[in-house]
Structure formats: C-alpha cells, structure tokens
C-alpha cells in the first residue's frame, strides 16, 4: 500500500506539472472563464505518450511565444506594411526660428533685443542640437519651422558659393544631428521684396539638399507635412496680396495638401506662419485653415513659428495648434513628442517646460 500510494502522489504531482504545457500546446482553458480546463481531455487520451516526447520541444516553443507577448506588452516592436519594425512609440523634436547668421551680417534689428539675440543664434542652435542627441531614449527626427537663416547678404547668386555664408554655417549646424532633420521656409529664409522669390527658393533647396520646399516624411504610419507658405499670391512681390503679412500655399500646394491628408494617415502640419497670419482664401474661398478643418479626423498637431512666442491656440481654432518658441532666443526652446503608433496619439513630454505665452522655456533632461 505504501508503494501503491507513492506512485499515486508522483503520478498526481507530474500531472500538475504538465498540465500548464498540455494548455499551452492544445488551447486548453485553466478555468478562468467559468469552463472546465479538462473538458477536452478525453479526445486527447490516446496520444498521450506521443506528447509526452514531444514535451521538450513544445516547452522551448513556449518559452519563445511567452517571450513574445512580454514584448508586446513593454514596448516590443511590430513590423508595418513595408516590413520595416514599428516601435509601440518613438520620439520627435519641434523647433523654430534659429536665424542663422555670418560675418557678413551688419543689422541692427528693430530693437536692442532682437539685435543682441542675433549674435546668439550660433550657439543657441548648437546647444539645442547637442542636448537633443543627448536625450534617452533617443529622438527619432527633428523638424523645423523656418527662418533657418536671416536675411540675404548679397543679391549675386555666385556670392554664396564663393564664400561661407550663413547657409553654410546653418547646414553644418543641422549636420550635427544624430538624427534626420527636416527644415522649411520662413519669411527671413526668402527676404521677400528685397530678394526675388525664385532666386531665394532656389539656393534654399541647393544649400539644404531639398528637391522641393513642401514635401511629407512618413515615419511609422504617421505623415509629417512640411509646408511652405510663401508659394501664393503674398509671396509674389508683384502681387498687391505681398504687402501685408499673411501667408499661402497656392493651388498647387494646398491641392498636394489635400490628398496627402485625404490619405488617411494621422499627420503633423508644419508651416512657418501660424493660422492668424494664413490668407483665408488663398485658393477660392479655401485656404490653410478650411483646409485643416476638414481633416481634424487625422490632423494630430498643427505646428508654426514666426512670432517666436509659445503659444496653443487650439481653443481659438478649435484644433490642436501650437506655435513654437525660438532657439534664437532661449537654446530650451524645443518640444518633444511621444507619438503612440498603438493607440493613434501623442504626448508632448516636456509640455510644463515651455513658457507658454513668453520666448523662454526651460531645459528638459528626459522623463
């Protein structure tokens, strides 16, 4: 009888032991449902033997597919339609204004601030650059809203390969990154009025390696739509729509918009002028804003600079618009995103860092 019982207690105890590999390996349930985890024990009873030598292997597989939903579930990566791994979030940088300069620069600005901070855009830039590649878990791509550099020195188109100029100083700056960088126009990178447009596009996409001044970058299933709007009639200096201050995309770019978001994909809108200073009918009685309108299904942020102030104004527009603060005045000004490609969202880390309202903000080490 004690013989009988021992062979009895190791019998039940090896059954325990490999019941959680007979559910793993044929779907059984544990009873967590209200159902019976033996219920289909009987149409397994004849193959018993043949699965217990396969026990090893089933045992790695599990191994392996256990470690698979821990990943899933702390941030593994999935792959997209390309075959590319898509990460459950990744980060993005936002800047604005940097005003590069050279020697040639002569000023002064409009008052004793503006022309101080000039001569610290060089540094500003560099600082900020640096402390992005800094920060873990690492950036994934930065975009900037215009005014890359300020101004023109020379109206002689050789003037800029002859010499080192500001665009070059600006290039080497961006080359620095650790991560892509993606730039537009703003008015001081086209100085409209006293240089012609086509001139300032042209050595604007030659010296930053751009085939066109509006483009979209796709990361992750999200669009980044760079915009340049200086394209319509107020940037043509013989139109009588130049003299105020307003911004346009023109027919073809703001068309190009439109498909791009027609697309369906969650997009972040960059352009250098906010929505207050956007023409309203720039094509029709369509512009920028009624653009952005019609798409808030898929629109996630709607980005400017210009003003150099912090501002959200998505109570005003009734959709998510932010305008960043310059790096020409505080190397802080940057705002970092968390982009969820999960649940189709984002978060901007650094939010209670920026001064929102001023052109200052203060430094973020990564949170």
Not at 58 to 72: F, G, K, P, R, S
Not at 202 to 224: A, D, Q, S, V
Not at 306 to 314: G, L, Q, V
Request: charged fraction near 30%; proline fraction near 4%; glycine fraction near 8%.
């Amino acid at each position: 009888m004690k013989f009988s019982l021992m062979h009895t207690v190791v019998f039940v105890f090896a059954l325990l032991v490999a019941l959680p590999v007979f559910q793993a390996c044929f779907g059984g349930s544990s009873g967590d449902d209200g159902t019976d985890g033996d219920a289909d024990s009987s149409d397994n009873s004849g193959d018993e033997d043949e699965d217990l030598e396969l026990s090893g292997e089933d045992l790695e597989d599990i191994e392996n597919t256990e470690e698979t939903e821990d990943d899933a579930e702390t941030g593994g990566e999935s792959a997209d339609e390309e075959g590319e791994a898509v990460p459950e979030k990744f980060r993005v940088a936002f800047l604005a204004d940097p005003h590069i300069i050279d020697d040639y620069y002569e000023g002064p600005e409009s008052n004793e601030l503006d022309t101080q901070t000039m001569f610290d855009t060089y540094d500003n830039l560099i600082h900020a650059r640096d402390h992005i590649n800094s920060l873990e878990p690492p950036i994934d791509s930065v975009y900037i809203a215009g005014d890359i550099v300020h101004n023109y020195p020379s109206t002689e188109w050789d003037f800029y390969f002859e010499n080192r100029t500001r665009f070059d100083i600006a290039a080497e700056i961006l080359d620095g990154f650790e991560m892509p960088v993606y730039i537009l126009p703003g008015n001081h990178d086209y100085d409209i009025g006293n240089i012609p447009r086509e001139f300032t596009q042209n050595l604007f996409r030659e010296k930053f390696g751009l085939e066109k001044t509006y483009y979209e970058i796709e990361r992750y299933g999200f669009k980044f739509i760079m915009l340049d709007n200086f394209l319509g009639s107020t940037g043509d200096a013989e139109s009588p729509d130049s003299k105020g201050e307003l911004g346009s995309l023109g027919e073809e770019q703001l068309m190009w918009l439109k498909e791009r978001l027609a697309e369906g994909k969650p997009s972040f809108v960059m352009n250098h002028n906010p929505l207050l200073v956007m023409k309203l009918d720039d094509v029709g009685d369509e512009g920028l804003k009624s653009v952005l309108e019609d798409n808030l299904d898929v629109l996630q942020l709607s980005l400017a600079g210009h003003t150099h102030i912090w501002m959200d104004w998505e109570q005003i527009y009734g959709m998510p618009h932010i305008v960043l603060g310059s790096t020409r005045y505080d190397h802080d000004n940057y705002m970092i995103v968390e982009i969820d490609t999960v649940n189709q969202n984002f978060t901007i880390l650094n939010k209670d860092k920026l001064g929102w309202g001023t052109r200052n903000a203060e430094p973020w080490d990564g949170e």
